[in-house]
Nanobody, 121 residues
Framework: QVQLVESGGGSVQPGKSLRLSCAASGSIFSFKAMGWYRQAPGKQRELVAELTNGGTTTYGDSVKGRFTISRDNAKNTVDLQMNSLKPEDTAVYYC???????????????WGQGTQVTVAS
């Protein structure tokens, strides 16, 4: 019943910026953590950024200093601001949410359908 919907993907030139948004059913504060992962063709899915319920952030080494994850309380979304984009950032970006273990019969984590980000000149 939990759904995550990503938006904001598209094509952009190197050095430009994009802002991704993940809208969750229910409150984003009901999750233990939310984050963004990405997967490029032929590569493993990798962590981009994670934001815990308590506000702790974690970034993948390849995006550290360029990307910022944040919560938008008014919109009930978790956003990813991506600056100084590089061709290597091209991938499908997925929103992830981990729930507190309140219900052992519910999935531990959820994934969005993904949104394509293409960085090319």
């Amino acid at each position: 019943q939990v759904q995550l919907v990503e938006s904001g993907g598209g094509s952009v030139q190197p050095g430009k910026s994009l802002r991704l948004s993940c809208a969750a059913s229910g409150s984003i504060f009901s999750f233990k953590a939310m984050g963004w992962y990405r997967q490029a063709p032929g590569k493993q899915r990798e962590l981009v950024a994670e934001l815990t319920n308590g506000g702790t952030t974690t970034y993948g080494d390849s995006v550290k200093g360029r990307f910022t994850i944040s919560r938008d309380n008014a919109k009930n979304t978790v956003d990813l601001q991506m600056n100084s984009l590089k061709p290597e950032d091209t991938a499908v970006y997925y929103c992830n949410a981990q729930r507190f273990p309140d219900n052992p019969y519910a999935p531990y984590e959820y994934w969005g359908q993904g949104t394509q980000v293409t960085v090319a000149s």
